[in-house]
């Protein structure tokens, strides 16, 4: 089985652009998150949705925004982008919200020039 | 604020010691403790976890002790190997609707042969 697949792995961009990453979750999971990790430093929760409804929301500005499709992929775009948004990010995907062991992708390494 | 502090931040281990990380968290509101392990260029991949009503959890070289009232829990890998060089991050899920997770901010661990 596939495990969580996230794309592109890599990705320059220049400040102001906007930039959309992208989540597979594995099959059968219903429920995705997404992470941003600064280097040297742990994951930050950004989004949960599941069942296409979004279920939390981190503290990041309103710049970030996510959705879910019906086949439980996601998408999270960033608008206007800053140099402090150069991270990685991360997707996890889970059975369901509240189930145990998220599983994550090996993420996609964002860096703005 | 719920917060998840790690110590220490970096640890260097002889083959065959046993490696201890630290994990303090400050609010009650969290109802599961993964640990996850980190390598370079890869995303977080779950380690063990514990639930509160558990005071310690093993699976092979692998070890959670967990304190409630002090609001601490720790792990122990006995017999490091060096193969267990990586960052690992403690976390606590929260309890909200979003079940997000918590992250410490990583120990870089490096077993020598």
């Known amino acids: 089985d596939a495990g969580v697949t996230q794309s592109p792995t890599h990705l320059i961009k220049t400040r102001g652009q906007h930039v959309t990453l992208r989540c597979s979750p594995i099959s059968g999971h219903k429920s995705v998150s997404w992470y941003q990790q600064v280097l040297g430093q742990g994951p930050q929760f950004i989004f949960q949705?599941?069942?296409?409804?979004?279920?939390g929301r981190g503290n990041f500005p309103d710049r970030f925004s996510a959705r879910q499709f019906p086949n439980y992929s996601s998408e999270l775009n960033v608008n206007a982008l800053l140099l402090g948004d150069s991270a990685l990010y991360l997707c996890?995907?889970?059975?369901?919200?509240?189930?145990?062991?998220?599983?994550f992708g090996s993420g996609t390494r964002l860096t703005v020039v | 604020q719920q917060q998840v502090k790690q110590s220490p931040q970096s640890l260097i281990v002889q083959k065959g010691g046993i490696s201890i990380i630290n994990c303090a968290y400050e609010?009650?509101?969290?109802?599961?403790f993964p640990w996850y392990q980190q390598f370079p260029g890869k995303g977080p991949a779950l380690l063990i976890a514990i639930r509160p009503d558990v005071s310690e959890k093993k699976e092979g070289r692998f070890t959670i002790s967990f304190n409630k009232s002090a609001k601490q829990f720790s792990l122990h890998i006995m017999d490091s190997q060096p193969g267990d060089s990586a960052t690992y991050f403690c976390?606590?899920?929260?309890?909200?609707?979003?079940?997000?997770?918590?992250f410490g901010s990583g120990t870089r661990l490096l077993v020598r042969p």
């Open positions: 996890a995907s889970s059975l369901y919200v509240g189930s145990y062991g998220y599983t």
């Open positions: 949705y599941y069942e296409k409804e979004e279920r």
């Open positions: 976390a606590g899920r929260g309890m909200d609707s979003s079940y997000k997770l918590i």
């Open positions: 609010n009650t509101a969290f109802d599961y």
